[in-house]
């Protein structure tokens, strides 16, 4: 199916002001009627997820701000209850010593979606995925993603090429992890995500010594994922309202980048807000 064609009214990968690395001035309010602006009827607040005892002002909120998130958010869900259906969820990424904060946070949510960003939370000299990866980076990224898969606490695995821009050089090493991971999505049934960020927000393409691509969706990956029996689905990850009203150069962007591969996209809403 052609991602021009697609009429996605739904989208879980929403954040807000509270990351540190957004828009910072932008209100919840703000994206919500962003998003309704340009047809969203569905729409998923996925934060960055805060951790006990982790501070990364720059990457996530504290753990104090989870009250807030949630009810600032309840009362816009309130709000548009008739126009527009809000699922309060987070972005997570796997690590063993952090999971029971995951486990926490699902429970209160509506959904948890897997972004593997960094190396490690718990020390300064962290690392990002996308941007310093190599193939010890991609190994340890893979094992992460393939571990919290196997957690069924994930609904979606967000942008699972990230750990592609960490390179210039998409070696074998590289492309049996891609394969790993789409294994790992098609027999858990994951749901992995096309995630709009790597066009919206890093402009232009990386130069990688394949050719140029963009960091993420990078076409080297999905080249892998296509021959998988895995569904896709299309996460803008907006950092800031206007992405909402960018969707459609955004979508013929990345039309030209991946329609040929022939990827099944999830075209129904799947996750829903919790009864509580
Ligand atoms: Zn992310
Ligand atoms: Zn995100």
Redesign the pocket.
């Known amino acids: 199916m052609n991602l021009r064609d697609l009429d996605v009214y739904f989208n879980y990968?929403t954040?807000t002001n509270r990351n540190g690395h957004g828009n910072r001035t932008a209100t919840d309010e703000d994206y919500v009627r962003a998003a309704m602006e340009t047809g969203i009827r569905i729409l998923g607040f996925?934060e960055?997820c805060p951790y006990q005892g982790v501070s990364q002002p720059m990457a996530r909120p504290g753990w104090d701000v989870i009250p807030e998130y949630f009810s600032s958010l309840g009362k816009l869900k309130e709000k548009y209850r008739d126009r527009c259906e809000i699922l309060i969820g987070f972005?997570c990424e796997y690590y063993p010593n952090h999971i029971d904060d995951v486990r926490k946070l699902k429970e209160m949510s509506d959904y948890i979606?897997l972004?593997q960003h960094f190396n490690t939370v718990d020390n300064p000299d962290f690392y990002c995925y996308a941007f310093r990866c190599g193939d010890e980076g991609a190994l340890e990224y893979t094992e992460n993603v393939l571990k919290g898969l196997d957690t069924g606490m994930y609904d979606i695995l967000?942008?699972p090429d990230y750990f592609f821009g960490g390179t210039n050089d998409i070696d074998d090493v590289f492309v049996e992890c891609a394969h790993r991971i789409c294994q790992k999505c098609e027999e858990t049934k994951t749901p992995m995500e096309i995630?709009f960020?790597g066009v919206s927000w890093h402009a232009g393409k990386n130069q990688y010594k394949q050719g140029p691509h963009y960091f993420y969706p990078n076409r080297l990956f999905w080249e892998i994922a296509c021959k998988y029996d895995i569904r896709c689905v299309i996460?803008l990850?907006a950092?800031d309202p206007d992405v909402f009203r960018r969707r459609e150069t955004l979508f013929n962007m990345l039309s030209e980048e991946v329609d040929d591969l022939g990827l099944e996209f999830l075209t129904e809403p799947f996750l829903h807000a919790k009864e509580r």
């Open positions: 990968h954040h996925s960055h972005e979606i972004g967000a942008h995630n960020n996460g990850d950092h």
